[in-house]
C-alpha cells in the first residue's frame, strides 16, 4: 500500500512537470552558464569594447611565436645594409648544402636554372626575362643580399618568406653562394663539423619538424 501511494506520487509529480512544458519557449534551464557563458564570445558585440567587438588585433609589435622579426627594411637602403651587414648565421655544413640544394630546386632553378647561371626552364621558354647570373660581377651578391632578395623579392622575382622557414633560407643561401663559387671557378666553402652543438641548437628559427629531425639525428648519431 506503500508502494502504491509513492508510485502515485512519483507520476503525479512527473505529469505536473511535463504538463508545464511549453514547446514554444526555451525550457527550464538547470545551472543557465552552461548555456549562456559569463565571459565574452570571441566574436561578440559588447558596448565595453571599442568598436563593440570582442575579438581585436594583435597589441602593436606582437611577434607571433617561432617567429624572429627580420630588421631590414624592404627598401633600397635596406637591400643595401643587409648586403654589407647580414652574415649566414648558420654553418656551412654539407648537410645545410643538401637541404639548401633540394629547396633551391623546387623553388629557384625553375628561372635561376640547375646552375644559376640564370637560364632555367622559364628563361628558355621566354617566360621572364632578366634573370641574372649568380656571379654577375655589377650585382656582386653577398649572403645578406641573397637572403634579403628571398625575403622580400625584387622587382620580378617574388618573395619566399612565405614558403620558407629562416633556417630554410639560410640553407638555401648557402647553396647559391656555392652555385656562385663554381661559376667563378673558386672552391666552395664549407666549415669542419667540429661540435655537434651547432646543429642542436636552433641558432635560428626553424619549422617544428626542422627540431624534431635534428633531435632525431642527434639520437641516431650517439
Ligand atoms: C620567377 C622567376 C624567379 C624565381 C623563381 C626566383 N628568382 Fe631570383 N631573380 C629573378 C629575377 C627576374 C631577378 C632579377 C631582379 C631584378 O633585379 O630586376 C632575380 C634576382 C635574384 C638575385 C640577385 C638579386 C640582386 O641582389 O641583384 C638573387 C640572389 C636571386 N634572385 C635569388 C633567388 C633565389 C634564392 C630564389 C629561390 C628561393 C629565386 N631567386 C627565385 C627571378 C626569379
Known sequence: ??????????????????S???????NYQYMPNMYESV?????????VFQGEQEAMQPVAGSIPRGWMPYDFENSNTGYQLAKDTLKNPIKYTAENEANGKALYDIYCAIC??????GKGYLVEREKILGVPSYDDAGRAITEGSIYHVMYYGINSMG????????HERWQIVQYVQKLKAELE??????DPESDMASSLIPAVNKRPEEVDQDKEDHNNAQ
Do not use: F, W
Open 1 to 18: 500500500m506503500k508502494n502504491t501511494i509513492k508510485i502515485l506520487i512519483a507520476v503525479a509529480v512527473m505529469i505536473s512537470i511535463v
Open 20 to 26: 508545464c512544458q511549453n514547446d514554444k519557449k526555451p
Open 39 to 47: 565571459g565574452y564570445e570571441a566574436y561578440g558585440e559588447y558596448d
Open 112 to 117: 635561376h636554372g640547375a646552375k644559376g647561371k
Open 159 to 166: 618573395s619566399y618568406a612565405s614558403q620558407t622557414s629562416e
Open 185 to 190: 671557378g673558386k672552391t666552395p666553402r664549407i
